[in-house]
């Protein structure tokens, strides 16, 4: 289970000094590397897989968004966010001991890895999942109210969901199997975007104006690099260059390959024809399906993990989309969020030993049985998802308050927010 390992302080040290028997390395290259892989999901992989989604005219908006946030949430993340996340506080909340990294240099450890190392792997985790809500409110939310939003959203929703599961909270005591962000990440922006769509409401002219994606090569083009970025997502949150960094990228992979597939097929047999949006969602779907359970089940279980998201998070969209006649404009809440609480569920499920091939690698410590696991699962998906809506619905309306309004006028939406808010186009002819 991921978790800050104990802090290993080196008094007196200077801040370069090496120790070889308490740094490993293997393991900080290692963890150096996924940093980079999983920065690499957000700048440029999402920003052009979200960018390619929308219409022509709202193209760099999106662009500027992701990286926007990508520069407050590394800001916010070191003033104080990675404190509350991961400083030892009580089951709620860390405390400000470590605001600005205060006492930590070079020298000091998290378990065998810097400390910084560390500090900034769990950066990119911050960056990408406010991030990801940005596809919810796509085309039509005022820039200021996104950056106010997105910086609330961090400090208020995700570090102390973060902290609950990874930084020694009541989920992680509790024994929730969440390997690399089934509840922190995806839970957690998928609802977000969920309330978030319905509280801005939705486009204009939707569901009864077609609202294509405007440039799909670029959504495939960022679509591989979530797909290799992932393996640092997954694979990073052993925090080693071991086996389990090794399975985690393994299981990670056939889950994408299988979700493509699934929803690919389901296009096919209902539409005629297989479509590139399809396979690229689905990709997406098993994904963000499988991150919880990475580091908990096989690769059986990842094949059927994998299928079930390609599946259900298909139906989801057209549930949230032609039935509801919610707006999440690139599906955030039915891949992202529905994904991330089917694969925390299923992590239960699939790490148990007693399932042959498709066996796991057991349930978290003092707990015995399926049913005791999932449990403690459905447990952490239920709060996580409660505290999520209801804080993110608080957030909203007070921006709101603060911006005068957290949409864009009729008029400026169907210009498009690219000269609206920027004064600059996507593409000139």
């Known amino acids: 289970m991921k978790r800050l390992l104990p802090l290993v302080l ?11 028997d308490a740094l490993n390395g293997a393991n900080t290259a290692w963890i150096l590397t996924a940093t980079a892989l999983v920065l690499f999901m957000t700048l440029p992989g999402l920003s052009l897989f979200y960018a390619g989604l929308v219409r022509s005219k709202n193209v760099l908006s999106v662009l500027m968004q992701c990286f926007a946030i990508a520069c407050v949430a590394s800001i916010l993340w070191l003033v104080f966010a990675y404190s509350l996340a991961f400083a030892e506080g009580n089951s709620w909340i860390g405390d400000f001991s470590k605001a600005f990294l205060y006492g930590i240099d070079a ?9 910084p190392l560390f500090f900034i792997f769990q950066m990119t985790f911050a960056i990408i999942t406010p991030a990801l809500i940005v596809g919810a409110f796509a085309e039509r939310m005022k820039f200021s109210s996104m950056l106010l939003f997105s910086a609330a959203w961090l400090i208020f ?15 992680q005591e509790m024994g929730l199997l969440d390997f690399a962000g089934g509840t922190v990440v995806h839970v957690t922006a998928g609802v977000g975007a969920l309330v978030a769509a319905m509280v801005i409401g939705n486009r204009r002219g939707y569901p009864r104006t077609p609202m294509p994606p405007h440039n799909l090569t670029m959504t495939v083009t960022g679509a591989g ?20 960094a090794a399975m985690a990228m393994l299981v990670t992979h056939i889950s994408a390959a299988a979700g493509s597939l699934a929803w690919m097929t389901i296009e096919w047999i209902r539409y005629g024809k297989p479509s590139v949006l399809g396979i690229v969602t689905g990709m997406v779907a098993g994904l963000g399906t499988i991150t919880p359970a990475s580091g908990f089940v096989g690769p059986g279980g990842a094949l059927v993990i994998g299928l079930v998201a390609g599946v259900v998070c298909f139906y989801a969209t057209q549930w949230i989309k032609r039935k509801l006649l919610i707006d999440d404009s690139l599906d ?16 239960g499920v699939f790490a148990s030993q007693d399932l042959g091939v498709f066996s796991g ?18 447990v952490g998906v239920a ?11 608080v957030l909203l309306k007070l921006v709101g308050l603060m911006t005068g309004g957290i949409r864009v006028s009729e008029e400026d939406e169907v210009e498009g927010l690219d000269i609206v808010l920027h004064e600059e186009v996507g593409y000139k002819f």
């Open 107 to 115: 020298g000091t450890l998290s378990g065998d890895i810097p400390e």
């Open 10 to 20: 080196l008094g007196g040290a200077l801040p370069n000094t090496v120790y070889a």
């Open 332 to 347: 955030v809440f039915p891949v992202h969020g529905v994904g991330g609480i089917i694969g925390t569920l299923m992590a």
């Open 225 to 244: 690099m979530l797909w290799v970025g992932w393996f640092g997502f997954n694979g990073g949150s052993a925090l080693a260059a071991n086996g389990d």
């Open 361 to 378: 690698w057991g349930f978290a410590d003092g707990i015995d049985t399926m049913a005791g696991q999932v449990w403690v699962q459905f």
């Open 157 to 171: 929703v995700y570090a102390p969901v973060c902290h609950w599961v990874w930084g020694g909270g009541w989920l």
């Open 383 to 393: 709060a996580t998802f409660v505290y999520t809506a209801v804080v993110t619905f």
